[in-house]
């Protein structure tokens, strides 16, 4: 079984909709990751979380909110959708801080039409 | 703040071809440096990270990277590339400053393989 999972794998949903992705990891790692990924533009960091009770923004966390259910778990929110939102999401987690290795999920493709 | 530049979007290689792909950085000093891999569909895997010591680092996969500090480069190389490493690579440049810390990925170069 995968180490850290995302779900859905895919998703369409119109502009103004609320939408949740969920990620599960059974890494036991604290740290998690949300990012986004565009072409051209890499991977840009939309929240992080060190623990349940820490989390924070990250580049581009405007139009998004987060929430840390256990450690295992991390979701991402996009309370009313707009389609620059339309993107490739990835969840990932770390042991440690920016030295250690980041494990990605295998990603959200979003559509918002 | 610092930056990574990937300069390549896209690469085009013969299989059994030697590879380099180009990572350049800009940070007033030594940062942590990281080379991704991502699969077609699939999330990002390392391949291989350097933080001091030999500059020229060996990965998975067969890849290895060379840190060169007068350049600010972290290139990736691969003796003879396989079908298999068709993908897009990411640059990885890590900072932990007084306790703030930071990871900027590049833009990505994409890595086609042609028989």
């Known amino acids: 079984d995968a180490d850290v999972t995302q779900t859905p794998r895919n998703r369409i949903t119109k502009t103004g909709k609320r939408i949740m992705l969920e990620c599960s990891q059974t890494?036991?790692?604290?740290?998690m990751y949300w990012y986004r990924q565009d072409p051209g533009l890499g991977l840009r960091l939309i929240y992080y979380s060190f623990d349940v009770k820490d989390i924070n923004k990250g580049e581009i966390s405007d139009g998004y909110s987060v929430s840390r259910q256990a450690q295992a778990k991390f979701s991402l929110s996009l309370e009313s959708a707009i389609p620059n939102q339309t993107a490739l999401y990835f969840c990932a987690t770390s042991v440690t801080g920016v030295a250690d290795t980041q494990y990605f999920g295998p990603g959200t493709r979003l559509t918002v039409l | 703040a610092q930056s990574v530049t990937q300069p390549d979007i896209h690469i085009t290689v013969s299989e059994g071809a030697s590879l380099e792909l180009r990572c350049n950085y800009s940070y007033g000093a030594t940062p942590y440096l990281f080379w991704y891999v991502q699969s077609p569909g699939q999330g990002l895997q390392l391949l291989l990270k350097?933080?001091?010591?030999?500059?020229l680092v060996q990965g998975i996969k067969g890849f290895e990277a060379e840190f060169k500090r007068s350049q600010s480069s972290f290139n990736l190389r691969k003796p003879s590339v396989h079908w298999s490493d068709a993908a897009e690579y990411f640059c990885?440049?890590?900072?932990?400053?007084?306790?703030?810390?930071?990871?900027?990925f590049g833009t990505g170069t994409r890595l086609t393989i042609i028989p």
């Open positions: 350097y933080f001091s010591g030999d500059t």
């Open positions: 890494k036991g790692h604290d740290r």
């Open positions: 990885a440049v890590g900072i932990s400053n007084f306790g703030n810390e930071k990871l900027t």
